[in-house]
């Protein structure tokens, strides 16, 4: 059994399994070379067989998969349901909505704890935001073990899958994105605002690094994610800060995050979407649209000063950018 993607993979636990007619796993181990995953079979059952897969992507985002073949005749297979099973994009829908949430958590937490410190930078407040900033490092802290659960959700719950995810690129994202969060907590009772910046941005270009990737420019669509990230969570954070504490220097402030995180925003969606059917015609496409529309409100109500519209739409913003996160670009 060979199967081939069209970017290099890595077997999540198993990786594939072949169930013959009377429901025996009949593949042997799985063996990954690039973009090829093999398995060889042991069977002289005639009938249908199911194929189930699950792999990691280079960009650490689950796949998974099932599908049937016949050997002689069409047969029953106690695993049928396995290739019926509802899927969007590569993953389960309770899969899907747990990376959805998983990543809102994160984001949350990253926009408060560093976005109200920049904003406390920016317009000379050096304090007044503790509760905000520590209420940030909780979430961050708290979203590590919700993508643990969605990744297992969306590949299967089994021990050999679970180590496997602990074990892939994903699990070494998620232990230094842990610890980032913990030597962020760790520097909250010193008060000290460019330490935590820092380590801000490194827990950004962690969150770049399991991006989905810019084909034909390695490394180039991580970056942006990275840029993209640290001025959405300055803007969005510096927001919150700003209705606890107005301060008129905010509107210099606002205008440089919202700006770099708009045209960051417009580089990813031109190099992960076919326009313009994909728009319409795709998950992906359908939930970037949501997004342009709802950033067009929250430019609208940046220019006029409505900063609590401002806001309103900034979460729902970060609620289609976690969405489109979690599902596969359509180029």
Do not use: C
Not at 64 to 86: I, K, W
Not at 165 to 174: A, E, I, T, Y
Not at 248 to 264: D, E, I, N, Q
Not at 295 to 318: N, Q, T
């Amino acid at each position: 059994m060979t199967l081939i993607f069209t970017e290099p993979v890595t077997p999540a636990g198993v990786g594939i399994r072949v169930f013959s007619p009377s429901g025996r796993q009949v593949a042997g181990a799985t063996s990954a070379k690039g973009s090829v995953l093999s398995a060889a079979l042991v069977s002289g059952e005639l009938g249908t067989y199911i194929v189930s897969w699950q792999v990691f992507a280079a960009d650490t985002h689950p796949s998974r998969g099932a599908f049937g073949f016949m050997v002689g005749h069409p047969s029953a297979n106690p695993y049928s349901a396995l290739a019926g099973a509802p899927e969007i994009g590569t993953a389960t829908p309770l899969g899907l909505a747990l990376q959805a949430v998983a990543r809102w958590v994160h984001f949350a937490g990253f926009a408060l704890a560093f976005g109200a410190v920049a904003y406390g930078v920016s317009t000379k407040r050096n304090q007044g935001f503790n509760r905000v900033v520590g209420t940030g490092v909780v979430l961050l802290v708290a979203a590590e073990p919700l993508a643990l659960l969605s990744q297992l959700a969306s590949l299967s719950f089994d021990g050999d899958t679970a180590i496997a995810v602990l074990g892939s690129s994903f699990g070494r994202l998620l232990g230094l994105r842990l610890g980032a969060a913990l030597l962020a907590w760790t520097l909250l009772a010193t008060a000290r605002s460019w330490p935590l910046l820092a380590i801000g941005g490194v827990i950004a270009l962690l969150d770049g690094a399991s991006a989905h990737a810019i084909p034909g420019l390695p490394g180039a669509g991580q970056l942006l994610v990275a840029i993209h990230v640290s001025a959405m969570g300055m803007w969005v954070g510096g927001l919150v800060a700003y209705v606890i504490a107005p301060d008129p220097r905010f509107a210099r402030y606002a205008a440089a995050t919202l700006g770099m995180a708009v045209g960051s925003g417009l580089l990813l969606a031109l190099a992960h979407t076919a326009f313009p059917a994909a728009l319409v015609t795709t998950d992906y496409g359908r939930a970037l649209l949501l997004k342009v529309v709802v950033v067009a409100v929250a430019l609208v109500a940046a220019v006029i000063r409505r900063r609590r519209l401002e806001l309103v739409a900034a979460i729902f913003i970060v609620a289609a950018a976690t969405l489109l996160a979690a599902l596969p670009p359509s180029r």
